[in-house]
């Protein structure tokens, strides 16, 4: 394999996705020579299956629609919903800043969906309508930021590499990053730059990784991509971790038969926060561990977290089964009841029986544990009273053959370790110290850094944007001045 003539940049950007591409953009803008490297053969990275929301207060948007709001209102709900577990630095910078990069978008002809901006309830919510997204979602940013980089790489100087992958980061004795190998074409190709930065995305798609950071097996919705380049590249130059216990799963989805370490994002149980719960929700032992009623969707996630393998099953009877009819009543989203039953047995995970003890077996949940926890929450049906999790919608006992059982994991769509970084997205090392030369945005940062242990609305695109812009911005004035400087010098 042999090695292509070094080239130089002032900038190198490592990922072409929601924060690398606001990256190159705005450092080539402002006078730097960039390189963007993308190991995919397109551009977008999450873009392509994220929902793309993003929160900003005091937009026009709003005003538009009489919302009064705040970027100090905005933090203020974001301290709250994460419980102080966000990193303050960071999120106020966002807060600051979203608004600038909101309507940098609609500037750019953003897509904006008619009903934004509004208040999300799939997690907790905003106290103000804050959160806004695309006609098509993600790809309605990456419409945008598709476009922008045509022309950004037309009118200025920035060069894309598709195909290529970043192999190492090259540093000098004092330990500082100044470029980095990238294998294109088959050839390792060694690029010099004065500025490196990590806009990878997550580990979602690494399931070797996720386990050793999450101590949890993998069941995944996130882009393919997600394979922890950035943390693996980072890591091994000595960079430091952050997030750490911020972990959440998204609550419970079914695994793709046909890939089981996939999630089936399109055939998943409807959230009981979406109807009334008629059903159980049971562990391996067969035992309840949530109030199913729980009106809060992230309290139900970091239960979920603490359970053995987040693995979980909704138990129900066919009674349960024939009241789920008609939009939001249906256990299985888009499945009425008859086709509910057409998937038992022929997918994994998926079983029904004519008793609980058959049902358990087939199940592989202990058949002693689900009989008793049956008995009990038909005993407090009875009672009208959940002595053992406080439920309080008691409809009906779980007594009407066959009955069912389906198999839940908890579901990975975004991560939450990342590379630490400071309030200026420079990586740290173990020490604290900045690595001279290494930056990183977006999700290769953690979503524990902006969302804390929570989902928090818009706190994982936004940001990545924002820092992306704000970094970018940095780094071509900088270029711009080092240029300046040489040229005086010269």
């Given at each position: 394999?042999?090695?292509?003539?070094?080239?130089?940049?002032?900038?190198?950007?490592?990922?072409?996705?929601?924060?690398?591409?606001?990256?190159?953009?705005?450092?080539?803008?402002?006078?730097?020579?960039?390189?963007?490297?993308?190991?995919?053969?397109?551009?977008?990275?999450?873009?392509?299956?994220?929902?793309?929301?993003?929160a900003a207060a005091g937009t026009r948007r709003?005003?538009?629609?009489?919302?009064?709001?705040?970027?100090?209102?905005?933090?203020?709900?974001?301290?709250?919903?994460?419980?102080?577990?966000?990193?303050?630095?960071?999120?106020?910078?966002?807060?600051?800043?979203?608004?600038?990069?909101?309507?940098?978008?609609?500037?750019?002809?953003?897509?904006?969906?008619?009903?934004?901006?509004?208040?999300?309830?799939?997690?907790?919510?905003?106290?103000?309508?804050?959160?806004?997204?695309?006609?098509?979602?993600?790809?309605?940013?990456?419409?945008?930021?598709?476009?922008?980089?045509?022309?950004?790489?037309?009118?200025?100087?920035?060069?894309?590499?598709?195909?290529?992958?970043?192999?190492?980061?090259?540093?000098?004795?004092?330990?500082?990053?100044?470029?980095?190998?990238?294998?294109?074409?088959?050839?390792?190709?060694?690029?010099?730059?004065?500025?490196?930065?990590?806009?990878?995305?997550?580990?979602?798609?690494?399931?070797?990784?996720?386990?050793?950071?999450?101590?949890?097996?993998?069941?995944?919705?996130?882009?393919?991509?997600?394979?922890?380049?950035?943390?693996?590249?980072?890591?091994?130059?000595?960079?430091?971790?952050?997030?750490?216990?911020?972990?959440?799963?998204?609550?419970?989805?079914?695994?793709?038969?046909?890939?089981?370490?996939?999630?089936?994002?399109?055939?998943?149980?409807?959230?009981?926060?979406?109807?009334?719960?008629?059903?159980?929700?049971?562990?391996?032992?067969?035992?309840?561990?949530?109030?199913?009623?729980?009106?809060?969707?992230?309290?139900?996630?970091?239960?979920?977290?603490?359970?053995?393998?987040?693995?979980?099953?909704?138990?129900?009877?066919?009674?349960?089964?024939?009241?789920?009819?008609?939009?939001?009543?249906?256990?299985?989203?888009?499945?009425?009841?008859?086709?509910?039953?057409?998937?038992?047995?022929?997918?994994?995970?998926?079983?029904?029986?004519?008793s609980l003890e058959e049902l358990a077996t087939?199940?592989?949940?202990?058949?002693?544990?689900?009989?008793?926890?049956?008995?009990?929450?038909?005993?407090?049906?009875?009672?009208?009273?959940?002595?053992?999790?406080?439920?309080?919608?008691?409809?009906?006992?779980?007594?009407?053959?066959?009955?069912?059982?389906?198999?839940?994991?908890?579901?990975?769509?975004?991560?939450?370790?990342?590379?630490?970084?400071?309030?200026?997205?420079?990586?740290?090392?173990?020490?604290?110290?900045?690595?001279?030369?290494?930056?990183?945005?977006?999700?290769?940062?953690?979503?524990?850094?902006?969302?804390?242990?929570?989902?928090?609305?818009?706190?994982?695109?936004?940001?990545?944007?924002?820092?992306?812009?704000?970094?970018?911005e940095r780094l071509g004035a900088d270029a711009?001045?080092?240029?300046?400087?040489?040229?005086?010098?010269?």
């Amino acid at each position: 394999m042999s090695a292509a003539t070094p080239e130089a940049y002032d900038v190198l950007v490592i990922g072409a996705g929601t924060a690398g591409i606001p990256t190159a953009v705005h450092a080539a803008r402002a006078g730097a020579r960039v390189l963007l490297v993308e190991k995919d053969a397109r551009i977008g990275g999450t873009l392509h299956v994220t929902g793309g929301h993003l929160a900003a207060a005091g937009t026009r948007r709003q005003v538009e629609r009489g919302i009064d709001d705040t970027p100090a209102d905005h933090l203020a709900d974001i301290r709250r919903i994460s419980r102080g577990t966000a990193r303050d630095d960071l999120v106020t910078i966002v807060a600051e800043n979203a608004a600038d990069t909101v309507e940098w978008l609609a500037d750019h002809g953003f897509a904006f969906a008619a009903e934004t901006p509004r208040i999300i309830y799939g997690h907790e919510p905003y106290e103000t309508a804050r959160t806004y997204y695309g006609k098509d979602e993600g790809l309605s940013i990456l419409a945008v930021l598709s476009e922008v980089l045509d022309e950004t790489a037309a009118a200025h100087d920035l060069t894309l590499w598709l195909g290529a992958t970043v192999t190492e980061l090259l540093t000098d004795d004092a330990g500082s990053v100044h470029g980095a190998v990238v294998h294109r074409r088959g050839r390792d190709v060694e690029v010099s730059a004065s500025s490196v930065v990590l806009a990878t995305g997550g580990y979602g798609a690494d399931a070797e990784l996720f386990e050793e950071l999450e101590g949890a097996p993998l069941v995944s919705a996130a882009a393919r991509t997600s394979t922890g380049d950035g943390l693996h590249l980072a890591r091994a130059i000595g960079a430091a971790m952050q997030g750490a216990g911020t972990y959440l799963p998204t609550f419970g989805g079914l695994p793709d038969p046909r890939t089981p370490g996939r999630a089936n994002w399109s055939d998943r149980q409807r959230l009981t926060s979406e109807r009334a719960p008629y059903e159980i929700y049971v562990d391996r032992d067969g035992r309840r561990w949530v109030a199913e009623d729980e009106e809060s969707i992230d309290e139900k996630e970091r239960a979920l977290a603490r359970i053995p393998d987040q693995t979980f099953w909704t138990v129900f009877d066919d009674a349960a089964l024939s009241r789920a009819t008609g939009g939001v009543e249906q256990m299985v989203v888009g499945k009425e009841p008859d086709e509910v039953r057409a998937m038992m047995g022929q997918r994994p995970g998926l079983h029904s029986a004519d008793s609980l003890e058959e049902l358990a077996t087939l199940a592989g949940i202990d058949p002693a544990g689900l009989a008793e926890t049956v008995a009990r929450y038909n005993d407090a049906v009875a009672a009208g009273h959940d002595a053992d999790l406080g439920r309080t919608f008691l409809p009906s006992p779980i007594a009407t053959a066959p009955f069912y059982a389906v198999r839940n994991h908890a579901i990975t769509l975004v991560t939450f370790q990342g590379l630490d970084i400071d309030a200026s997205f420079a990586v740290r090392d173990e020490s604290g110290g900045e690595i001279a030369g290494l930056y990183a945005v977006g999700e290769v940062i953690g979503a524990g850094a902006t969302c804390g242990n929570s989902f928090c609305s818009g706190m994982l695109v936004t940001p990545a944007m924002t820092f992306g812009r704000l970094l970018g911005e940095r780094l071509g004035a900088d270029a711009r001045v080092r240029t300046a400087t040489d040229r005086t010098a010269s």
